[in-house]
């Protein structure tokens, strides 16, 4: 499958794609069930950060779970988590969310639309709400939710050729999933190149793989 063009990643282009009235199917929308705990209401963000030069290099904002959380602890993230009573909606839960894990004020957000509820094998009914994000803020991640905070960029993500699928027999069944594995080189003050793997995988790469068809989708069918 092509890589999403790259104009269709800039903000303008981002905008339209979620105000047309596309005819798409979300690839994945749900794990098998591991959990017998009530089924809970979520909300992530997917943060579009624009960097560069009239925002024509966007990154995508991400999250390591602290090591000690009782769920996908250590695992590459949305900031987000599990819906309020005082939350007004999915968005309201996203941004809410985004603020308390990494300090990401409202103010530098943009809300463009939300992606189809995914559901995980944990039991959380996940909304996705996508949003472009300006790049003058200063992140103040919560240790106790977060270990680490790091951008990919969004072209690598949306080019399938950097997709991988996985099959493996669990519980007498099968379970499929997608992983992005991405190089991230970091360049040291002695100038050497420290080269780290971010794996991302499970139910962050399946809604990443959900994106990838929204942006892929045939306008006019």
């Given at each position: 499958?092509?890589?999403?063009?790259?104009?269709?990643?800039?903000?303008?282009?981002?905008?339209?794609?979620?105000?047309?009235?596309?005819?798409?199917?979300?690839?994945?929308?749900?794990?098998?069930?591991?959990s017998?705990?009530?089924?809970?209401?979520?909300?992530?963000?997917?943060?579009?950060?624009?960097?560069?030069?009239?925002?024509?290099?966007?990154?995508?904002?991400?999250?390591?779970?602290?090591?000690?959380?009782?769920?996908?602890?250590?695992?590459?993230?949305?900031?987000?988590?599990?819906?309020?009573?005082?939350?007004?909606?999915?968005?309201?839960?996203a941004?809410?969310?985004?603020?308390?894990?990494?300090?990401?004020?409202?103010?530098h957000?943009?809300?463009?639309?939300?992606?189809?509820?995914?559901?995980?094998?944990?039991?959380?009914?996940?909304?996705?709400?996508?949003?472009?994000?300006?790049?003058?803020?200063?992140?103040?991640?919560?240790?106790?939710?977060?270990?680490?905070?790091?951008?990919?960029?969004?072209?690598?993500?949306?080019?399938?050729?950097?997709?991988?699928?996985?099959?493996?027999?669990?519980?007498?069944?099968?379970?499929?999933?997608?992983?992005?594995?991405?190089?991230?080189?970091?360049h040291?003050?002695?100038g050497e190149?420290?080269?780290?793997?971010?794996?991302?995988?499970?139910?962050?790469?399946?809604?990443?793989?959900?994106?990838?068809r929204?942006?892929?989708?045939?306008?006019?069918?």
């Open positions: 499958m092509p890589a999403v063009s790259p104009e269709l990643l800039h903000p303008d282009a981002l905008r339209a794609r979620f105000q047309q009235n596309l005819a798409w199917q979300p690839e994945v929308e749900r794990e098998p069930s591991f017998d705990r009530t089924p809970a209401k979520a909300a992530v963000l997917v943060p579009i950060v624009m960097r560069g030069a009239h925002a024509t290099e966007p990154t995508l904002l991400l999250t390591r779970r602290a090591a000690h959380m009782s769920t996908h602890s250590g695992q590459i993230a949305f900031p987000g988590g599990k819906v309020d009573p005082e939350d007004a909606d999915m968005q309201a839960t941004l809410r969310e985004a603020q308390e894990e990494v300090g990401l004020h409202p103010r957000v943009q809300v463009l639309g939300e992606l189809p509820l995914y559901v995980t094998g944990t039991a959380f009914w996940v909304t996705p709400v996508v949003a472009l994000v300006t790049p003058d803020f200063d992140l103040t991640p919560n240790r106790d939710e977060v270990d680490d905070v790091f951008e990919v960029p969004l072209s690598f993500l949306m080019n399938p050729a950097h997709h991988r699928r996985h099959n493996v027999d669990w519980q007498g069944s099968q379970r499929t999933w997608f992983s992005m594995p991405y190089l991230e080189h970091q040291l003050p002695s190149v420290q080269t780290h793997e971010r794996y991302i995988w499970g139910a962050t790469a399946a809604m990443l793989r959900n994106f990838y929204f942006l892929a989708a045939n306008p006019n069918p």
